[in-house]
């Protein structure tokens, strides 16, 4: 069984290396960079096993990019101080959401309705679209980028029906199928980044009940993170657009 490895950054200006990685789940990190050949200074390194790779990586790259803690300790807020990172943030917003189901969608009113005829009326005056005009008319940025599996599930299908309601409140909502996510090498896991030095990661039961936010602000871990967002919005598709195309693959 192959390791999760997830790349955790690199330095290099034009994306190569060197760059560590992280072995999920695990102490081990994989640090990549040009191997050093020269034989008199690889006389000179201690323990070097036979098949061991010396390879030369700068400080920057482990100070940026390396771990800072042997371990570290999740802060975890509940959901009412999660709530109000949405009312103090200060610039910009971005989630990815990456699920099959949220049961929190469920309970609304309105997605029995859309099950049982395939639409709804969007309520544009609810809590979050007002929250959220009030916050996009500061100036403020919110954007999400959702991933949807080859065939959709309701629960997918359901906040794309509902993506006018978050635009019609100054979102930027985006969407990616999920093999495109997959060749971006996105994780499996919901997080929200408030001002790009806060991130939000969701924790969810087995019954898709979010119980509760991971809060992370070590800079290396927040720029992981960023870079994550980086990677989804590239190449995302502008929610009407993703529409047409989820309508065009059911017609097929």
């Given at each position: 069984m192959s390791r999760n490895i997830r790349f955790n950054g690199t330095d290099s200006k034009n994306g190569g290396c060197p760059a560590v990685h992280e072995v999920v789940g695990t102490d081990e990190f994989i640090v990549q960079g040009l191997p050093l050949t020269d034989p008199d200074e690889v006389a000179k390194l201690r323990f070097l096993g036979p098949d061991d790779v010396a390879v030369l990586v700068p400080r920057e790259t482990l100070v940026n990019h390396g771990p800072k803690e042997l371990e570290r300790v999740p802060k975890l807020i509940?959901?009412?101080?999660?709530?109000?990172?949405?009312?103090?943030?200060?610039?910009?917003?971005?989630?990815?959401?990456?699920?099959?189901?949220?049961?929190?969608?469920?309970?609304?009113?309105?997605?029995?309705?859309?099950?049982?005829?395939?639409?709804?009326?969007?309520?544009?005056?609810?809590?979050?679209?007002?929250?959220?005009?009030?916050?996009?008319?500061?100036?403020?940025?919110?954007?999400?980028?959702?991933?949807?599996?080859?065939?959709?599930?309701?629960?997918?299908?359901?906040?794309?029906?509902?993506a006018p309601r978050n635009a019609a409140a100054g979102e930027d909502i985006r969407y990616l199928w999920r093999q495109d996510a997959d060749a971006r090498n996105l994780p499996a896991e919901d997080f929200w980044i408030f001002d790009s030095r806060l991130v939000a990661v969701l924790r969810f039961d087995e019954s898709d009940v979010l119980l509760a936010a991971e809060v992370i602000t070590e800079p290396a871990e927040v720029n992981r993170y960023m870079q994550l967002r980086d990677a989804a919005t590239h190449g995302a598709v502008a929610y009407d657009l993703f529409a047409e195309q989820v309508a065009t693959a059911s017609d097929q």
């Open positions: 509940d959901l009412e101080e999660f709530g109000r990172l949405f009312e103090t943030f200060e610039h910009t917003a971005w989630r990815l959401e990456t699920r099959g189901r949220y049961q929190s969608d469920t309970e609304d009113p309105t997605y029995d309705e859309f099950v049982r005829t395939g639409r709804f009326d969007l309520d544009t005056e609810d809590a979050w679209s007002q929250l959220m005009r009030r916050q996009t008319s500061a100036g403020k940025t919110v954007g999400r980028v959702r991933i949807v599996d080859a065939s959709p599930t309701t629960g997918q299908l359901f906040l794309l029906a509902d």
